[in-house]
């Protein structure tokens, strides 16, 4: 009976002990995976417009993201993965902030460069996400 105590014991310390850093890596897997489908939308967004062979503005907010064909001002691309107004919805418990909205080029190319600030909103820890005027897209801090 004593040696289930201990047992439990232990067990008790080692939950304790290990209930914080799930919680950390929790928050930062949250966040990275936030991240990662801002990038991959981003990247999608650029091949559109290589597929299209036209400019593809990305316009991505805290609750959804869309394409724009021709530039910003053109109309919503409805396809696979969007709704019937063209939005897909964008990852939740974050916040988003942007320099510009990116409009990819028949050859990839981003003009203006952007940068999306990802934030978690429970713990308040940023990952950037770039898009670089070749058209390169990275994850970074």
Known sequence: MAEVAV???????????????FLTYYQASRLRVAAEEIAAFLNQGRQLGIRENAGVCVHITTTAMHYHLGGCAGPTWIGPGTDSAGNVKAPEGITLATTADPVF???GAAT???????????DNHTLRVSVAASGRISIGP
């Open 7 to 21: 047992v439990i014991g232990i067990i008790g310390v080692l939950a304790t002990l290990a209930t914080p850093l």
């Open 105 to 107: 080029n028949y050859l």
């Open 112 to 122: 203006p460069g952007a940068t999306y600030t990802v934030t978690n909103t429970q």
